[in-house]
């Protein structure tokens, strides 16, 4: 596994030249690029610059997931899903085809079983035993998580399946999540992060610290970047 921790003082435009060169590679590669997205704020921008600088993109031969979702419904303003039709598929024009949406507003373990399914035969229809990322994009939470894998949460011991439903007793409700089984099978994974948040916890989690899941990343035959905003 490389591993590259980039400090950036232009994060945004950084951050989706990154998005966009593996983009090429995957595409010129495989024919196709298959990309997981993370929610919380920190992308935003991002995403909707690599609309932008992407546009010539072919859409089409793209395929865009989810690292995790909220349990709401598709137009609500914690929904992960509509930060990114919002911010990347409207102005990118993206077609529907192209995205695989978590469906926050059903019940949570049948959303993640059904997730994992349409992952599952998306894989088998390449002759694939997992769905291997080309590009999972993850944050970091102020308590060290990220997709929704929280501290002390159960998702953080399966070991086996690779979507599930994760109750967060923090926030007192449930996610949906990919797990460290998909997550450490991706070609590469890339943590987007504002390091001027909190740089300790960065700190602790760079150099390890299993306390925090995002320490936990780790891609099995993969690369994993830090892109972190430094201002
Ligand atoms: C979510 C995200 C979560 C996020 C971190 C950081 O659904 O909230 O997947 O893991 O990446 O909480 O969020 P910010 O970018 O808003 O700091």
């Avoid at 495989?30 to 935003?44: H, K, M, V, W």
């Amino acid at each position: 596994m490389k591993r590259d921790v980039v400090r950036s003082q232009n994060f945004v435009r950084d951050a989706a030249e990154f998005i966009m060169h593996q983009a090429r590679a995957a595409l010129a590669e495989r024919d196709q690029f298959r990309i997981a997205l993370s929610g919380g704020n920190t992308p935003r921008p991002v995403y909707s610059e690599f609309a932008r600088i992407g546009r010539e993109l072919p859409w089409d031969r793209i395929h865009f997931t989810f690292g995790d979702e909220r349990c709401v419904p598709p137009d609500d303003p914690q929904s992960n899903f509509r930060m990114a039709r919002e911010s990347l598929f409207v102005l990118a024009a993206v077609p529907e085809k192209s995205v695989s949406r978590m469906r926050g507003e059903i019940d949570p373990p049948i959303a993640a079983q059904e997730y994992q399914d349409g992952l599952d035969l998306m894989a088998a229809q390449r002759g694939e035993m997992i769905y291997r990322h080309d590009l999972i994009l993850l944050g970091v939470g102020d308590d060290g998580h990220t997709a929704s894998l929280f501290p002390g949460t159960a998702a953080l011991e399966e070991n086996v399946q690779k979507v599930v439903a994760n109750f967060v007793p923090k926030f007192d409700t449930w996610r949906i999540t990919f797990t460290f089984p998909l997550i450490n099978q991706a070609r590469h994974v890339c943590f987007l992060a504002n390091a001027n948040k909190n740089p300790s916890l960065l700190e602790k989690i760079l150099q390890g610290e299993a306390e925090f899941p995002a320490a936990r990343v780790a891609p099995a035959n993969g690369d994993l970047t830090w892109i972190l905003v430094e201002s």
